[in-house]
Structures are given as C-alpha cells and as structure tokens.
C-alpha cells in the first residue's frame, strides 16, 4: 500500500502518518525529515539544498523528485509506505506516477482558525530542536525544554500574519494537486479540525478509507 498524505502545515499530517504507519507496520516517509538529514550528513545532495534552503528558496522539483525516487525505491519501502510532503505540486504528482502509483491519498484539512491556533502555540528548542505546543503539549518549566533544558523560542514561520501567507501559498500550489488526484479517483477527505486529544476520530476517518483499498 502506498498511500500519500496532503495537507496545509498544521493541519496534523505529519503526527496522523506517524500513528498509521505504526498501526499497518510500514515505513514512514517525511520529505522534511529526508532533507534535514541529508544535511545532516553532509551527502552531496544535502550540501546542495543546504545553501538553497538557507536562502530561503524552494528546493526545485527535480532535485526533490530525484531524492524521493531514490529513497522509495529502497527494498525496506517494497511493501509500501506513508510519505507525506511530496508530491507538493502536480509537476511532482506526475513524475511520481512514473515510478510509485499510489493506492490512495489522504487529504486533511482544517479551518484557518484551528490551523492559526496551533501554529502560533508551536515552541522550539533553540539547542535540541524538541517541539512543544502551549495548548496541546507545554513545556514542564515554562520556556525550558523537557529533555535538554534549552531556552524555547518561537519561529518566525509561527506569527499568525506569516501563517496566512503559507495557507494561500498552500492552497494555490495544491489546487490543481487535488484536481489531479480527484479525477484519478484517489482522494480520500479527511476532517482534522479536532483537537490533538481527539487524533482518534482523524485517525478514523483514515482507516476507512485505507480499508477500502486495501
Ligand atoms: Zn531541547
């Protein structure tokens, strides 16, 4: 089974594919995670998207798909996986369609309002990178992170007006994403305007539709 997650940033994908993953037994792909690590370790395609994502740039679509191909490919991805964060737009949707056909899509989504509440909430530590939310998950000590102690800082992608703008450049670019996919038959809508506390009635709605194409 292959199955895709899409959905604005904070709308819940990335924590819903970590619980599916787990309950199907199949790997879980982030395209973040990929990048970060490939920068981490210091492979050349990570000091490549390294000095393009300091700039503040897109990673361009065939050096993404090129990564994404690469590491789907891997016998550990054979029985299938739950990659979220590609494809991003229809460009990418269809190069994947050449070497990885999905077997369903899952689309969540939430109001603005919801989204803006739990992105403005988001604390990172500046020296381990740990992520906390005010609402749903707070810090022991307030401002400290659990594990390391280090000071919590708010990211400037978290200020309510910086949100906005990356929820109209999310819909723009995924619109004709959704198109693509409806037309195929492999959209699935998945309702995530619930609390964190509640990521049992989001991972519901998943199940049944994985079901069906199981
Ligand atoms: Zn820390």
Excluded at 32 to 53: N, P, S, W, Y
Excluded at 158 to 169: Q, S, T, Y
Excluded at 181 to 196: C, E, H, M, N, V
Aim: hydrophobic share 35%.
């Amino acid at each position: 089974m292959k199955i895709i997650l899409l959905g604005a940033p904070g709308v819940g994908k990335g924590t819903a594919a970590g619980m599916l993953a787990r309950k199907y037994g199949l790997p879980h792909l982030s395209t973040g995670d990929l990048f970060k690590e490939a920068i981490r370790a210091g492979t050349d395609f990570g000091k490549k998207i390294k000095g393009i994502v300091e700039s503040g740039n897109l990673i361009p679509d065939t050096m993404v798909s090129h990564a994404v191909k690469e590491r789907l490919t891997k016998p550990d991805m054979k029985r299938g996986y739950f990659i979220d964060g590609y494809p991003r737009t229809v460009e990418q949707a269809m190069v994947m369609d050449t070497f990885a056909k999905p077997d369903i899509v899952l689309n969540f989504s939430a109001g603005r309002d919801t989204i803006i509440t739990r992105l403005s909430g988001r604390r990172v530590c500046s020296k381990c990178g740990a992520i906390y939310n005010m609402a749903s998950n707070p810090p022991k000590t307030e401002g400290r992170c659990n594990s390391c102690g280090g000071t919590l800082v708010k990211r400037k992608d978290d200020d309510p007006a910086v949100i906005m703008n990356r929820l109209d450049v999310y819909e723009a670019q995924t619109k004709p994403l959704i198109q693509h996919y409806t037309r195929k038959g492999l959209l699935a809508d998945i309702d995530s305007s619930f609390d964190i506390s509640e990521m049992d009635k989001i991972l519901e709605q998943c199940y049944k539709a994985i079901e069906k194409v199981k």
